[in-house]
């Protein structure tokens, strides 16, 4: 298949769909595959655009047709790939954009080893409770919920070759672009100031999830 498959995990909440449209809106060639998924619309979410919102019966129906790429459990819910639609845009050369969480994203690094995973994080746990309590939308059962379900995810970033920092949209988008178009200066220097929202040390990564389940076991300590 001539196109990439791309996976971007982050914490819900953070901000990764937000960078994603911007990503898309600045650079051509990129395409978001929509989800499907049991969980309820949120107000401001249309069915076939934010996801495609389906019953059970029609979620597990479509596993045993072998309907999805992969698929998860979260938070009370099912939630999946269409295969069909990622499997069209690689052959039509499009760079695919899975915005799926970490047990989606093993099963597409086993059955895709060349996929690009990158993990999109906010600087630190203070932040994503922020970011989390600032979606209104979200009552404070589930926020706390989503700083729960983060501490289990926290663990898996040094599993993603990439590690982008979320500070600001626009910069944050651009290192996605920079990442998926394979731009040669990405890797190197490490920490450098052009390169600070990018991390792939296997150190830094492991010590940046370190810092980030201690914060939020402060932060649900407190809520
Ligand atoms: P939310 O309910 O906040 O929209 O999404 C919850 C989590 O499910 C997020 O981490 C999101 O990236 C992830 N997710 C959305 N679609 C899929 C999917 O198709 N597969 C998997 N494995 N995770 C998904």
Redesign the pocket.
């Known amino acids: 298949m001539g196109g990439k498959l791309a996976v971007i995990?982050?914490?819900?909440?953070a901000g990764?769909g937000t960078v994603i449209k911007k990503l898309m809106e600045e650079h051509d060639g990129y395409v978001l595959?929509v989800?499907?998924?049991t969980?309820r619309p949120r107000e401001y979410e249309r069915d076939g655009v934010?996801?495609h919102f389906v019953t059970n019966e029609t979620f597990e129906g479509l596993v045993r047709q072998d309907g999805f790429l992969?698929?998860?459990g979260?938070?009370d819910?099912y939630?999946?790939?269409p295969r069909a639609f990622v499997e069209e845009n690689m052959r039509a050369g499009k760079t695919v954009l899975?915005?799926?969480?970490v047990?989606?994203?093993m099963?597409i690094r086993e059955k895709f080893p060349e996929a690009v995973l990158i993990f999109v994080a906010p600087p630190d746990a203070a932040e994503l409770q922020r970011r989390l309590r600032g979606r209104d939308t979200e009552k404070s059962d589930l926020v706390i919920k989503r700083l729960e379900q983060a501490l289990t995810e926290v663990r898996s970033i040094p599993e993603y070759p990439w590690l982008v920092i979320n500070r600001d949209v626009d910069d944050c988008a651009r290192d996605l672009d920079r990442i998926l178009s394979g731009d040669p200066g990405v890797c190197v220097p490490q920490g450098g100031p052009e390169n600070a929202g990018i991390i792939t040390d296997q150190d830094r990564k492991r010590s940046f999830a370190q810092d980030f389940s201690g914060g939020l076991e402060r932060v649900l300590a407190e809520s």
């Open positions: 995990s982050g914490f819900s909440g990764k595959s989800s499907m998924t969980r934010e996801y992969e698929h998860a979260y938070v819910h939630y999946g790939t899975l915005e799926i969480e047990q989606g994203a099963q």
